[in-house]
């Protein structure tokens, strides 16, 4: 037993200080008999030890079951194999405390500081560290069974082999922990921070990660089925091969993330965010995605069976590969994406945009596509057999080796498709599909091909001058090459300019070849006279194609009456029951302010440069100085009238299609060539 003697100098040397005290303790280790723990400790619960100065203090081997020591500074005390359950810490200086060994230490420590603490082993169950500043401490073999940490920054901390069973790990980061040996599977992981850990290969099945941070986080290979990871932030996490079968992922953040390879079957992805996701190769069977973010996810080879994705913009997407049959794909917009051997069969397409879509190789039989514009679409290699294509628009599409045996194709627009080396043994032309037209082998191709066809481009948008030279340039194929059937078949905005597409009904290849080598000669001389020295050349042929002339004969020659007013030169008089009135102005000036201002009300509906505007602006403003003067000078006239026309010749050659499209520019176009031809005198 502790004689009186001996309580009143340890008391004496505990009021002294640290070292008196653990002198003392050095120099009676036997001062431990029977009933000695309960009687020291009896002492120490006496004095009042809250807010006291206990640093360094020998607190070993002691019974300090529910002392108070809130606010006490405890820096470097040594509490090694004592008793601290239900003891109080709150707001106590813990700076280099040991509490190592079998201790068990009191569930209240909050608001301690706790640097360089050493709990290694120590019992810690039920302890609360909320507002706890606990820094660079081993907790290595610790029992944190039901441990809260507050949100914690563990950094620094040791904690391998430690017991997390039932631990609180709300907002812990765990961003540069070793955590061999750690099983966080026991933790409590809502809204823990775990960020960029290396977690591959955990088995996390069933968990609730609800708002947890998992951003950066490698989980290749680890298992979270039936996890609850809603609201979670999965951002740039790397996920190949992991099992998600069954988990629960609402409004959970998965931007950047990999999911390559991995099993999403039954997987929940309400509202989440998959914008610039990897799912290439991820099996996506029958997963609801309607809602979901999908801005930029790769889907390449994925297996989306069954899937819903309703209304979701696939557009310019790469899918080729994947798996849609029985999908449902209404309203779904897969303009511009390719669809290069995606598998369609028995999914709904209602209300799909396939628009400039590559459909190549892609199993679309027995889909109703009927009505639908796939004008220019590549179907080659398609599996089409028993498609519905009704009314559908094929004009310029390549069907090249699809397979269309069974096809419907009432009242399909076909002018100028491609059906090389189809497969065909029977389709349908009739409304109701109820009457088969069998084929033998390449018949169908024999019967119904598109002609071949001359591609001319010109760079940069054709030109007033050269859409005016295209007759000429057909009547001279024509004159070269008779019985070819030439015509032209349409002049399009295209990459790079307008092209200009001729066919030929009937020739063989070499007669092709030769027709082709002329057009594209001629071709390459309309080009040359595009350079600004070889203008007055382009004048003189378009003189010499009377294109002033060409409307008034027309008219006259079916008897209609033609009204000029305005300048007017080289005027055809009519004959027969045509006749045409002239009324000459007969000052040619006088018609020039008129027309610079309906050219400047119009310059809004010219593709034109800010180079381009200055040039016409200040070839419009020389002109309307010059018909000011008392005598105005033709030769300056002529010169800035050329400017204007040309101008607004090369920008609507550029916009061709738009502006150009009604002729809306072509009467002052014609006004502009009269006044020209009027002042080159």
């Known amino acids: ?26 120099e009676h280790p036997n001062a431990y008999g029977n009933g000695v723990k309960e009687r020291l400790s009896n002492l120490l619960r006496a004095m009042d030890l809250r807010g006291r100065d206990l640093k360094g203090l020998n607190l070993r081997d002691l019974e300090l079951r529910g002392f108070d020591f809130s606010r006490a500074d405890l820096r470097g005390a040594d509490f090694d194999e004592s008793n601290l359950e239900g003891a109080n810490f709150e707001g106590a200086n813990l700076v280099g405390t040991n509490f190592t060994g079998p201790v068990v230490v009191g569930e209240y420590a909050t608001g301690a500081y706790l640097l360089r603490a050493n709990f290694r082993n120590a019992d810690l169950t039920g302890v609360d560290f909320t507002g706890t500043s606990f820094f660079e401490g081993n907790l290595s073999g610790a029992n944190l069974t039901r441990v809260d940490f507050g949100g914690h920054n563990l950094k620094g901390i040791d904690i391998s082999g430690a017991n997390l069973e039932g631990a609180r790990l709300r907002l812990v980061d765990f961003r540069g922990r070793d955590l061999t040996q750690v099983d966080l599977a026991k933790g409590d992981l809502r809204e823990a921070d775990l960020a960029c850990l290396d977690l591959r290969g955990l088995d996390l099945s069933g968990k609730d990660l609800s708002s947890a941070n998992l951003s950066g986080a490698m989980l290749t290979g680890t298992n979270l089925t039936r996890a609850v990871l809603n609201a979670a932030n999965l951002s740039n996490t790397d996920l190949t091969a992991t099992n998600l079968s069954g988990a629960i992922m609402t409004k959970t953040n998965l931007t950047g993330a990999v999911l390559h390879g991995c099993d999403l079957t039954d997987l929940c992805l309400r509202e989440a965010n998959l914008n610039d996701a990897n799912l290439g190769a991820a099996d996506l069977s029958r997963i609801d995605l309607s809602g979901t973010a999908l801005a930029k996810t790769s889907f390449r080879g994925a297996l989306l069976s069954g899937a819903n994705l309703t209304g979701q913009d696939l557009s310019g997407r790469d899918l080729s590969g994947v798996d849609l049959s029985e999908a449902d794909l209404r309203n779904v917009n897969f303009s511009g994406a390719n669809l290069n051997a995606v598998n369609f069969t028995r999914a709904n397409v209602v209300g799909a945009n396939f628009k400039g879509a590559c459909l190549s190789k892609a199993n679309l039989s027995g889909q109703d596509l009927s009505g639908r514009d796939f004008r220019c679409q590549d179907f080659r290699g398609a599996d089409l057999t028993g498609a519905d294509l009704r009314v559908a628009n094929l004009i310029d599409s390549n069907l090249d080796g699809a397979t269309l045996t069974d096809i419907r194709l009432w009242e399909t627009q076909r002018a100028d498709w491609s059906i090389q080396s189809v497969i065909c043994e029977r389709a349908f ?39 005016s030279t295209l007759p000429a340039l057909l009547h001279h194929l024509a004159s070269l090459h008779p019985g070819c059937g030439l015509r032209l078949s349409s002049i399009t905005e295209s990459p790079g300019g307008t092209k200009v597409l001729i066919s030929i009904e009937e020739a063989n290849r070499t007669t092709f070849e030769h027709v082709s080598e002329t057009a594209k000669s001629v071709h390459a001389a309309q080009m040359a006279l595009r350079s600004e020295s070889r203008r007055a050349e382009r004048l003189e042929i378009e003189k010499q194609l009377l294109l002033n002339e060409v409307v008034p004969r027309i008219l006259a020659a079916v008897g209609h009456r033609v009204q000029i007013a305005g300048a007017a030169t080289g005027v055809v008089i009519a004959s027969g029951t045509a006749s045409v009135d002239i009324h000459q102005t007969v000052n040619e000036v006088d018609a020039l302010p008129v027309l610079l201002e309906k050219v400047v009300s119009r310059q809004g509906e010219l593709l034109i440069s800010q180079d381009q505007g200055e040039k016409l602006a200040e070839a419009i403003q020389e002109l309307r100085g010059e018909i000011q003067e008392a005598r105005p000078r033709s030769s300056l006239i002529f010169k800035s009238l050329t400017v204007v026309r040309d101008l607004l010749v090369g920008a609507l050659g550029n ?22 031809k009027v002042f080159s005198r």
Do not use: C, V
């Open 1 to 26: 037993m502790l004689r009186d003697r001996e309580s009143n100098e340890l008391l004496l040397a505990f009021n002294e200080g640290a070292s008196a005290w653990n002198t003392w303790r050095l």
């Open 429 to 467: 032309w009739d409304k109701d599909a109820a009457k088969a037209t069998r084929y033998d082998a390449g018949e169908f191709e024999r019967l119904h091909s598109a002609q071949p066809k001359i591609e001319l481009l010109y760079r940069g948008g054709i030109t007033m001058f050269e859409l």
């Open 655 to 676: 916009a061709a299609g738009t502006a150009m499209a009604g002729n809306n520019w072509a009467p002052l176009l014609d006004q502009l060539s009269s006044l020209i």
